[in-house]
């Protein structure tokens, strides 16, 4: 059974070992770029801990089977330049490969959408690579494109979402109900 609970300082390694793993996916294969580990490790470690002293609510939750890591999600309240009241941003969502077609991401946003609508929030911002997959993952999900960045020396686009919390965590249900009930 797969149970979805908060990452500990002790997970974060596996976790960001994942993040650095689906790294050359995000990217699509349109740059070299490579991840550092150790100083992945050291800013999310960071991050993670950073929270409660910037006024911040930092929600870093892991899908487990018998202890196994199958997926992480990363959120955090958005910056005002964002979304001025009441929004949240997914900081980063990353499932195995081998994992991946079992709503384990589903799972994860699900908590996330969760908590974070518990505490007031209404929007997300969620910036992800043009050519990356997972872009059809949030459209599907009602999340909506308003412009986009570049990023890295390669200025990459980076297709920058905004959805409602509430209608996207609907949607994201009705899609879960296929694993639940299979």
Known sequence: ?????????????????????????????????KLSFEKELEFWTGWMNAGEEQGDIRVLIGAFEEEQLLGVAFASFAEQEDIPEKGIELNGLWVYQEHRGRGIALMLLTSILGNYIELGREQMVIYNFHASPSNLFYRRFGAVVKRQDVQLIEKLPVDVFYCDLKEMKAKIEESLRKYIES
């Open 1 to 33: 059974m797969i149970k979805i609970r908060q990452l500990t300082v002790k997970d974060m390694q596996k976790a960001v070992e994942l993040k650095v793993l689906c790294w050359p996916e995000e990217l699509a294969g349109l740059s070299a770029h």
